[in-house]
Each structure stands twice: as C-alpha cells, then as structure tokens.
C-alpha cells in the first residue's frame, strides 16, 4: 500500500463537557497506510476524537482537516460522502435487516441507487458485498438478522458496512471488545487483511496492547484530552510513562 | 400452485365479479378500494416506524382539487381530475413534507394532526369558496369526453379503480424491495447508521412521505368522484384516525393488508350500520382491540398463521 498522503489531519481541537476537558489542543497527523492505534484510560477523550473527526460532535475550537479539505464542521453524512467510514463500539446496524441486506444497503448507498424499481436484492454490487462477508469470516451467517447474531459477529459485519463504502480511512472503536479473548487475534487478523487488501486505512482505540503492538504501525496515548506520546508501537509500549499510565491500569 | 396464492386469487375473482352478482355492491368495494389506496400511503410510512394522524390532509386536498376542477370545467373530465388530485397532494405533501420530516414519533405524528385540522378549519370558514360544512357538489364527470350514464360510470369507475390500485400495489410493492425503500425502513431502526453510510435520513423519509401523501390523494380524489360530493370531514382526524385503524386492522406494513383492511372495514361500517346503528363502532373497537391482542399482525397476519397450520398438517407423512 502507498504511504505518505496525509489523509487526516487535526489542529488545535478542543472540546470540553462542562468541567471534563474531552479534547485540549490535540494536534495529530494520520498517513495513508499507516494504520494508528489510540490507547489511553477511559474517559481521555478517545472516543470524542472519533466523533469530532466524523462530525458528530462539533469542537469549541480547532481544524480537522481530510485530505487537505477542512472538514470540521461539515455533518457525518458529508464526511463519510468525502471517504471516512466508521464501526462503532457498540455495532450500529440494521436490526431488521439480514447480516447481507445490511452490506446491500451501504453499498447501494455508495452508489447512490434511488431508483425505487430496482431490487436490493439484485444490486450490481451484491457480488461484491458477499466476497466482503466472506472476506470477515460471516457469510454462513448472510441471510440472517443481524439482531439474532452474537456480539463478535455483528462486531464484524458493523464493520464490514463500514468497508462496504469503500472509504480511505476507517475509524474503529474498540474493535475487538466484545469478542471473546480467545478470539480477539483471529478476528484482527482477518480485519487487518481485509483493510490490506481494500487500502483502507484504520484509526482504533484499544485497550488491549497486545493487540496495539501486533497490528499498529503507529500509537497514540491520549490522557485527559491531550496526546501525551506518539510513535511506533515498540517506542510507546516501552515508555515508562505509558508502562506506569495506561498498561498499569489495564492490568 | 399453493393455497397460499390460490385463496388471495379466489379473493379478488370474487370481488371481481361481486358488482356482476349483487349491483349494490358496486359503490361500496369502491369506496373500499378508494380508502386501500389512501392506507397504503399510511402503510408506506409505518415501514420507517412513523404513524402520521394527519393523512386525511391529503385525501382532502385532492378530493377538493378534483371537485374545484369539477365545477371549473362544468362537470370535468374523470382522467384529468384523478391527475390533478394527485398533482395537488404530491405538492402538498412535499410542502408539509419538507417540515414534518424534522421530527419523529409522536411529534410527527401530532404535526401531521396540526395540519390536517388547520385545512379542515380552512375548508369550513372559507365559505364563499369551499361551501363550508356543507361541502361541495362533485357531477359525475365525462370519461375522455365521453358523458356516460350513472351505471356505466360507477361500473368503469370500480374496475378501471381495481386495475389502478392493483398497479400501484404491485408499484409500492417494488418500491418497498429497492434499496430506497429498504433505506426507508431502517428509519426505524437505526437513523444514525443511516447518515454514516452518507445518507440523509431526512431526504429518505420525505421520499417516502410524498409517495404517501401522493397515495391517499390517489384515494381521495376516486372517493370524491365516487361520493358525488367532498366535505370537510374529508380532511378532518376521524377520517385520519381511520386510515391508521385500517392500516393495523388489515395488517401493519403489508400492501395487501391495507385493501383486506379496507375491504372488512368499509363492509363493516357499511352494514353493522345498518343493523346496529347505535353500536356498530363498539363492534369495530372490540375488534381492533382483538387484533392488537391477539393478532399483531392484522388479518393478514391471521391468514398466514392459519395457512402454515394448515401447511404443516399437510407435511405430516
């Protein structure tokens, strides 16, 4: 995959929820083919970042920039038009739509398909839509309702929608939380292909450093809306700050 | 074929060939036909969870534009006047559309009530204009220029009404299948996914909101022809209460549901007035309320039920 491009870039965000400060001057840059994990303890402001960066939440101050295009207070809907795709913590999908339906409907949304006498069915890209879910270990589970399915599983196909748009950068929320622990490795191995081989790059806030360390190229440690530390996973997870901070309070 | 399909197909010969057998039938099945198309406008919306108690609005608008061409054009002409009923509710229906759309639930669905009565209220003060309460006079009108006798019009009026609605069932049918249609649905499901696959949940739904609006002035402006006459009580939120009691009573988001529902309905109404005018709408209520009960999912629901019974006991070896 190429790299260098920066995709996103953030300047100056600050954002607080009455006393708690969510973000205080984060400034950070993520290049293309450079998959970024954010760590830090709960309530550091990681989740607020994600939600600046998709529009959900609009900063007091500060630029979010997408491929050199200020983004900062344009919707979610303008910003995932723009190439940024996002899974959530807890998996944002259609409950009373089959796992495949679900893949259906964001890619005729990618294709803006609005024509109301075609079949979601028969779309052009279901082809591609079943080598997606395929490609996330779900298609014996296609045409079942995604609310039937078990956490780690919707986990998955929540991200594979978010694939199903084909973005450049993708944002993750604890992608693994919810998967058993046993699993968590599997599930990340067949992620981290699956971005490969769709050059998307990923943004994910995780708890668990094993995982940081096996699939980063790049750590970010957030603490009380700030970035404390930046660097590859063996400088970060070796920092006695990061060791006394954040890998401390996971264990 | 399956009994499943066979049943529905011996419904529809027999409504077919109802108005051949018993004449009287005729104005009734339309009238039934007419309130099916405005429900099928109610069950549109149910599909994104939202339940208007304002769609006579529409049914209103149309069923008046048809009669205002009407007395415009000294009897009118059937085709021109269904096309501009339903040309006046789609524009409605985008104007009130376009601000309903903002909200959900129950303040949807009082917003919708808001403008229903406030063109009910208009219907009935502006008296020089609409006839107030007493309404309007609808003549029956020429076909394409042809003048036509009562009976051949009510006649023309119920099958050529029949073709029309089983063409927009089988439209709205579609409509349902396609990605919009199943974006539509996911209103009620998940409207934040929606806008993060880069969809307006708000364009979504107006889509679905006009094809509603355009539905029951579908409806509307066949009752006004049919009924020789348009009140206000068209627009008012009885009539709109109806719609959605048809919509559950037929069967929640099914397209057949809304004509089976409008069929026993109108039927009902019709006759249990008759027979028990004083208790007739007790009867009704007592049958919504089994319904809800018992059967959340309509007499088309309770159909289904019955047949994989059924089914299941022909499977046994």
Not at chain 1, 82 to 90: D, S
Not at chain 1, 104 to 110: C, K, M, T, V
Not at chain 2, 114 to 139: C, N, P, R
Not at chain 2, 279 to 293: D, R, V
Request: hydrophobic share 50%.
């Amino acid at each position: 995959m190429s790299s260098g491009e920066i995709l996103l870039e953030a300047k100056g965000l600050e954002i607080h929820f009455g006393g708690v400060v969510a973000a205080d001057n984060v400034n950070i840059q993520i290049a293309e083919g450079r998959n970024l994990a954010i760590i830090g303890p709960n309530g550091a402001g990681k989740t607020t970042f994600l939600n600046i960066c998709t529009g959900y939440v609009k900063p007091a101050s500060g630029h979010v920039y997408f491929r050199g295009r200020e983004v900062t207070r344009r919707s979610p809907r303008e910003i995932t038009r723009l190439g940024v795709a996002r899974a959530f913590q807890i998996p944002q999908l259609f409950a009373e739509h089959t796992a495949l339906e679900n893949l259906l409907i964001a890619a005729s949304a990618r294709q803006r398909r609005w024509n109301p006498f075609e079949r979601l069915s028969s779309i052009p890209e279901r082809a591609e839509m079943e080598r997606l879910l395929d490609l996330v270990n779900c298609s014996d589970v296609a045409d079942r309702l995604v609310n039937e399915l078990p956490e780690g599983q919707r986990k998955l196909i929540d991200i594979a929608v978010a694939l199903a748009l084909k973005p450049k950068l993708l944002l993750m929320d604890e992608p693994t939380s919810g998967v058993a622990s046993s699993e968590k490795y599997g599930v990340m191995d067949i992620l981290v292909q699956a971005l490969a081989e769709a050059e998307v790059t990923a943004v994910f806030v995780e708890h668990d450093m094993g995982i940081v360390e096996k699939y980063a190229d790049k750590v970010a440690v957030w603490s009380a809306g700030q970035i404390q530390l930046e660097g590859t996973p063996a400088e970060i997870l070796e920092h006695p700050d990061v060791i006394e901070n954040v890998i401390g309070e996971e264990v | 074929m399956t009994l499943r399909r066979v049943v529905p197909l011996l419904l529809l010969v027999l409504i077919v060939l109802l108005p051949v057998i018993a004449p009287w039938s005729k104005i009734v099945l339309t009238l039934a036909l007419a309130k099916g198309l405005a429900v099928l406008g109610i069950v549109v919306l149910l599909q994104a969870g939202q339940v208007s108690f304002g769609h006579a609005l529409f049914f209103a608008v149309s069923a008046y534009a048809a009669a205002f061409l009407g007395q415009a054009f000294a009897g009118g002409e059937l085709i021109s006047m269904l096309l501009i009923g339903v040309a006046a509710s789609l524009v409605i229906g985008l104007l009130v559309g376009l601000f309903v759309v903002r909200y959900r639930y129950i303040f949807f669905g009082m917003l919708n009530l808001a403008f229903s009565m406030i063109f009910y209220s208009i219907l009935e003060k502006f008296y020089y204009l609409t006839g107030g309460a007493d309404g309007m006079q609808v003549a029956r009108p020429s076909v394409l220029g042809i003048e036509m006798e009562r009976d051949p019009f009510e006649t023309l009026l119920f099958y050529g009404g029949m073709v029309l609605a089983i063409l927009v069932a089988y439209g709205v049918h579609r409509f349902l299948q396609s990605p919009l249609g199943n974006m539509m649905k996911t209103i009620k499901t998940n409207e934040t996914r929606l806008e993060y696959l880069g969809v307006s949940a708000r364009s979504t739904l107006l889509a679905g909101y006009v094809l509603s609006a355009l539905l029951c002035g579908l409806g509307g402006s066949i009752m006004a022809v049919a009924q020789g006459i348009v009140t206000p009580e068209y627009a008012y939120w009885i009539r709109s209460g109806e719609l959605v009691f048809i919509a559950i009573l037929g069967g929640a988001g099914s397209v057949s549901g809304a004509f089976v529902g409008a069929l026993v309905y109108e039927v009902v109404r019709t006759y249990a007035a008759a027979f028990a005018a004083d208790y007739w709408q007790m009867i009704l209520g007592f049958f919504l309320l089994g319904i809800i009960l018992y059967a959340s999912r309509g007499l088309v629901g309770l159909y289904d039920s019955v047949l994989q019974r059924f089914e299941r006991k022909e499977d046994r070896p």
